[in-house]
């Protein structure tokens, strides 16, 4: 393929190495919806079709009828996904939604939908969907913090002071979940304790 198509190999190798600093691997990137990431890497598919396409022009009718109506065919199918896709995006809780549905097993997704959920002032929806990104990722310090302060919010102090310790003891160095758990302690009457994290 170098040999007889020198373009479309360039674009291929173009999108992979475009793709691996964003690919998730071998290491997590900490990016949820990478649609974004894919803008660079496009453009080494769009020099593979274009030189595949270019060699198609070359061949013999019945081939470049076929590829054209092939090609077509894929056109329409992406250019649907994609107007689908646009309506997910009209807000955040759209997005997120969708996200949540699309992608279940999403710890940060849930995370996201649970601090619109609680911004919105929807608590049972807001501390299923913290519950359930700790579920998902229980070595994550967010989840446990945001249900922290939920639960704070909601009068549940004795349950947020559980949350935050353990938000602090998976992250000793977050100065907020520190401040908060110090707080609730004073609150609770554990003054000592709290001074020393304070």
């Known amino acids: 393929c170098r ?14 190495v475009a793709l691996a600093p964003v690919s998730n691997f071998p290491f997590g990137i900490g990016v ?29 009718r019945r081939v470049r009828i076929g590829a054209m ?13 994609s107007v689908v896709r646009t309506y997910d995006w009209f ?3 759209t997005l997120f939604e969708a996200t949540v549905r699309t992608s279940p097993q999403s710890a940060l ?3 996201n ?3 619109l959920y609680q911004a919105a002032g929807r608590i049972p929806e807001a501390e299923a969907a913290y519950r359930r990104s700790m579920a998902i990722a229980p070595d994550r310090p967010g989840p446990h913090y945001n ?11 004795v349950e947020a002071i559980a949350l935050y310790r353990e938000a602090a003891r998976i992250d000793p160095e977050d100065f907020k979940t520190l401040n908060n758990l110090g707080r609730a302690l004073v609150a609770e009457g554990m003054a000592g304790e709290a001074v020393a994290l304070l």
Do not use: K, N, W
Not at 51 to 57: K, N, Q
Not at 69 to 81: D, K, M, V
């Open 3 to 16: 040999r007889a198509l020198p373009l479309a190999t360039m674009g291929v190798a173009l999108f992979f």
């Open 32 to 60: 949820m919806m990478a649609e974004r990431l894919l803008y660079l890497p496009s453009l080494g598919f769009c020099l593979a079709a274009g030189a595949a396409v270019t060699r198609l022009s070359i061949a013999a």
């Open 69 to 81: 109506a092939i090609l077509a065919t894929l056109l329409i199918l992406f250019a649907s996904r």
């Open 91 to 93: 807000d955040q809780f």
């Open 109 to 111: 997704a849930h995370v």
């Open 113 to 115: 939908l649970g601090a």
């Open 147 to 157: 249900l922290a302060t939920l639960m704070e919010g909601s009068g549940r102090r």
